[in-house]
């Protein structure tokens, strides 16, 4: 099984209120990335981890927090949304940090009203 | 750091036609990996080629990594090959995946 899983698909929220969206891959990857894609854009890296190690993007440090309890699983947590962040938010995986190929979910899609 | 650049920035083509995408980068990669992202936004990993010439099925990728650049080839395009391209770089050693900005190629019947 090749898939990484994200969940909610679709997420509405209101300005000011927290957005958890959820990331899973059964692949026993080492690293699990999370992207931001808005239309006409490349995918902006946000953060990932390797092992348990997080490693997150100096211009979005504030903006999002990550958790990855297992080595499966893994979160990406908006404190208080702002409209600047509808996006779809891409979860992704890979066996170590350079060199594999990425598996990305299908996407979570966040529109901030 | 690494710059990806990807043209053209939209293709429209008729059915049938071949399409070329191009993805240009600033330094040495050792991993390349073209993309496709569905209308829906979805991102599925065509092929992964840091080197040479690969196919699958009506693709077929080229990169030329002393030249820093890579192409995809869709032969006979159809209606359903409508979406975005995306290139993405990676270098041993370095964390960071970087993306062009894609191609968006639309196929009319």
């Known amino acids: 099984d090749t898939t990484v899983k994200q969940n909610p698909r679709y997420k509405l929220a209101r300005v000011g209120k927290p957005v958890n969206l959820i990331c899973s891959q059964t692949?026993?990857?080492?690293?699990m990335y999370w992207y931001q894609k808005k239309p006409n854009q490349a995918p902006k890296l946000l953060l990932f981890?390797?092992?348990?190690?997080?490693?997150r993007e100096a211009d979005t440090f504030e903006k999002f927090q990550s958790s990855r309890p297992n080595n499966s699983f893994c979160s990406l947590y908006i404190g208080s949304a702002g409209l600047e962040y509808s996006a779809m938010y891409l979860c992704?995986?890979?066996?170590?940090?350079?060199?594999?190929?990425?598996?990305f979910g299908e996407g979570s899609r966040l529109i901030v009203v | 750091g690494q710059q990806v650049q990807q043209s053209p920035s939209s293709l429209v083509l008729q059915e049938g036609e071949n399409a070329e995408l191009q993805c240009n980068f600033s330094?040495?990669?050792?991993?390349l990996q073209w993309f496709y992202q569905s209308p829906g936004g979805s991102l599925v990993s065509l092929l992964s080629?840091?080197?040479g010439t690969k196919h699958t099925g009506r693709l077929t990728s080229t990169t030329v990594t002393k030249e820093r650049r890579s192409s995809l080839h869709i032969s006979s395009s159809q209606t359903t090959d409508s979406g975005t391209y995306l290139c993405?770089?990676?270098?041993?050693?370095?964390?960071?995946?970087?993306f062009g900005a894609g191609t968006k190629l639309t196929i009319k019947p």
């Open positions: 992704a995986s890979s066996r170590e940090i350079s060199g594999n190929t990425l598996y």
């Open positions: 692949m026993n990857h080492d690293t």
């Open positions: 981890y390797y092992d348990k190690i997080l490693n």
């Open positions: 330094s040495t990669a050792t991993q």
């Open positions: 080629n840091p080197s």
């Open positions: 993405a770089i990676g270098s041993y050693g370095n964390e960071k995946i970087t």
